[in-house]
């Protein structure tokens, strides 16, 4: 059983809802999304808040940002406050760790924020000039990720925007044969796999290009030479980023899609599931979760991937 409600001003609507609710949620850079469809016209205003809950489990907290209608019913289209990462700004800081960015921007904005985990690596300086919010704190996330191979999920918890790592991200469900109508799981060493990453940057100073390697020759054996080739800046620990980058990359990306799914509301993007499915046993992360909503189902299609997943 599932609860929507608008709050316009001080009236709490419970809006008739024609067809299924559908809630998406995309790890990198898109905020949540749910939309629905109404049978008759209703006296929203963009803007107005949305709160959806799922048997008394808070799912969606964010804000009318669309509306469009046709014969028989207008269709609404809602975000959390991730969206508003997608305005642009300039920023110059230095001594902050990304989870202190985040704050930092949510304070300029008006964003409410919840629990954000403290990342750890602090930043000596960065200008981020006429960029997306999102991809400020991507870069922040980026650089940290660089130097303690820790990686964190952004998202939205109910009107509060959060940080969390992903390892604290596990649900405790498991993918396996049964679970899904179809699936399709694909290896690959195509898109993303490296087993030698090459640095460069040109001193200044002695005129020079300095060369940082990093490489594994017994994957090199197996698949061939991967190399990965990238300029890195002048405050930029070359060598950590080399070994970082080839403890990411060298290993065989895996990516599943599965369908209709039995629901789950506590699978978001940026969590991680357990599959069971063709002779791999591991945990894989959420990179798409659609979550869809009528009276008597709640089924889910979910986009995931391991081994190289972490780029």
Same mark, same amino acid.
């Given at each position: 059983?599932?609860?929507?409600?608008?709050?316009? /001003?001080?009236?709490?609507?419970?809006? #008739?809802?024609?067809?299924?609710? =559908?809630?998406?949620? *995309? @790890?990198? $850079?898109?905020? /949540?999304?749910?939309?629905?469809?109404? !049978?008759? #016209?209703? #006296?929203?205003?963009? +803007?107005?808040?949305?709160?959806?809950?799922?048997?008394?489990?808070?799912?969606?907290?964010?804000?009318?940002?669309?509306?469009?209608?046709?014969?028989?019913?207008?269709?609404?289209?809602?975000?959390? &406050?991730?969206?508003?990462?997608?305005?642009?700004?300039?920023?110059?800081?230095?001594?902050?760790?990304?989870? &202190?960015?985040?704050?930092?921007?949510?304070?300029?904005? @008006?964003?409410?924020? +919840?629990?954000?985990?403290?990342?750890?690596?602090?930043? #000596?300086?960065?200008?981020?000039?006429? &960029?997306?919010?999102?991809?400020?704190?991507?870069?922040?996330?980026?650089?940290? !990720?660089? %130097?303690?191979?820790?990686?964190?999920?952004?998202?939205?918890?109910?009107?509060?925007?959060?940080?969390?790592?992903?390892?604290?991200?596990?649900?405790?469900?498991?993918?396996?044969? /049964?679970?899904?109508?179809?699936?399709?799981? *694909?290896?690959?060493?195509?898109?993303?796999?490296?087993?030698?990453?090459?640095?460069? @940057?040109?001193?200044?100073?002695? +005129?020079?290009?300095?060369?940082?390697?990093? %490489?594994?020759?017994?994957?090199? $054996?197996?698949?061939?030479?991967? %190399?990965?080739?990238?300029?890195?800046?002048?405050? =930029?620990?070359?060598?950590?980023?080399?070994?970082?980058? !080839?403890?990411?990359?060298?290993?065989?990306? %895996?990516? !599943?899609?599965?369908?209709?799914?039995?629901?789950?509301?506590?699978?978001?993007?940026?969590?991680?599931?357990?599959?069971?499915?063709?002779?791999?046993q591991q945990w894989m992360l959420v990179e798409?979760?659609?979550?869809?909503?009528?009276?008597?189902?709640?089924?889910?299609?979910?986009?995931?991937? /391991?081994?190289?997943?972490?780029?």
């Amino acid at each position: 059983m599932y609860e929507l409600v608008v709050l316009s /001003g001080s009236t709490i609507y419970e809006p #008739p809802v024609e067809g299924k609710v =559908v809630w998406d949620t *995309s @790890r990198k $850079n898109n905020p /949540g999304k749910l939309t629905f469809n109404c !049978l008759m #016209p209703v #006296p929203f205003e963009m +803007g107005n808040a949305v709160r959806f809950k799922v048997d008394g489990a808070n799912v969606f907290y964010g804000f009318l940002f669309t509306e469009k209608l046709d014969k028989d019913r207008v269709k609404f289209t809602a975000y959390d &406050q991730l969206r508003y990462l997608k305005n642009k700004d300039t920023y110059v800081y230095s001594g902050k760790r990304a989870d &202190q960015v985040v704050k930092m921007i949510a304070d300029d904005f @008006r964003l409410k924020t +919840g629990a954000l985990v403290n990342t750890g690596y602090v930043i #000596p300086s960065r200008v981020e000039d006429n &960029q997306t919010l999102f991809d400020i704190i991507g870069n922040a996330l980026d650089a940290t !990720l660089m %130097q303690n191979r820790r990686l964190f999920v952004l998202f939205d918890d109910f009107g509060r925007i959060s940080l969390k790592e992903i390892k604290d991200m596990k649900v405790p469900v498991v993918l396996d044969d /049964g679970a899904s109508e179809n699936y399709d799981l *694909s290896r690959s060493i195509d898109a993303k796999t490296y087993n030698r990453i090459k640095l460069f @940057r040109d001193n200044k100073n002695t +005129g020079k290009r300095e060369i940082y390697i990093a %490489q594994s020759t017994a994957n090199q $054996n197996k698949w061939g030479l991967l %190399q990965h080739y990238e300029k890195v800046e002048e405050k =930029v620990n070359a060598q950590q980023k080399a070994d970082a980058l !080839l403890n990411l990359h060298n290993q065989v990306e %895996q990516k !599943l899609s599965v369908k209709n799914v039995f629901g789950d509301v506590r699978v978001r993007a940026g969590s991680m599931v357990l599959v069971n499915l063709n002779g791999i046993q591991q945990w894989m992360l959420v990179e798409k979760a659609k979550h869809e909503f009528s009276e008597s189902e709640h089924t889910m299609d979910l986009n995931l991937a /391991g081994g190289g997943y972490i780029v």
